[in-house]
């Protein structure tokens, strides 16, 4: 019965690698989001996508690349790792305006 | 302890106080704002939120005020228990603008000692 679910809770890995992480919301949202947050616990965002369109693109590097296979999903591939992409990642779910539903994070650590 | 590094804004408080959390918003077109608790190793969870149409709203133990002259919000726990203890951060939206776009706040750690 969880809301926003995330996958994995944590992702170690080699700089250089590729790696994905996936978002899946049961809660019948139009609009899903990514964000980043470092280890200062700042929490900003990176993605939203609205019905599966992107919407919100956050000068983030094209390394990262959200896909959204259909509005309950969105996941989230990177590309050639970089130590500076280790954070928590949150995926995050809403209505049109509204409260945003956080999933429970994925902790990522590139060495 | 999780504090350690972190550089966060701290409130410290005992049991059965209560707490007032601060936050300074940026924009003044901001129309939406959102209070969220995080707790070690979770993620944000929604608290309370309020429109600019008000200045003051209340949930349980739980109060809102939103100052807009100065672009100020607070949060108000009455009697904190130890279970509050998490970092708390504002939110600020333009409804009608970019409207899925949440700005956050650095964040608040809040501990409270039994």
């Known amino acids: 019965d969880t809301a926003v679910s995330q996958t994995p809770k944590y992702l170690v890995t080699q700089m250089g690698n590729d790696k994905s992480i996936k978002c899946e919301q049961n809660?019948?949202?139009?609009?899903m989001y990514w964000y980043k947050q470092d280890s200062k616990k700042f929490l900003k965002i990176m993605f939203s996508?609205?019905?599966?369109?992107?919407?919100i693109n956050e000068t983030v590097p094209n390394r990262f690349s959200p896909k959204s296979p259909d509005k309950a999903h969105l996941n989230l591939h990177i590309n050639s790792l970089e130590l500076g992409d280790s954070a928590v990642y949150f995926c995050a779910s809403s209505s049109l305006v509204g409260e945003q539903f956080f999933g429970p994070g994925t902790r990522l650590t590139v060495l | 302890g999780e504090s350690v590094g972190l550089h966060l804004p701290t409130l410290s408080v005992q049991e059965g106080d209560n707490s007032i959390i601060n936050c300074a918003y940026s924009n003044s077109a901001s129309d939406y704002f959102i209070w969220y608790k995080q707790e070690s190793g979770k993620g944000p969870q929604f608290i309370i939120d309020?429109?600019?149409?008000?200045d003051k709203r209340q949930g349980q133990r739980v109060t809102v005020l939103l100052n807009k002259t100065v672009k100020h919000l607070s949060l108000q726990i009455a009697a904190t228990q130890p279970g509050d203890s998490a970092v708390y951060f504002c939110a600020e939206n333009i409804s009608g603008g970019s409207n899925y776009k949440l700005t956050f706040g650095k964040g608040t750690l809040l501990t409270v000692n039994p």
């Open positions: 309020i429109r600019s149409n008000m």
């Open positions: 996508y609205n019905n599966k369109e992107l919407i």
């Open positions: 809660l019948g949202h139009d609009t």
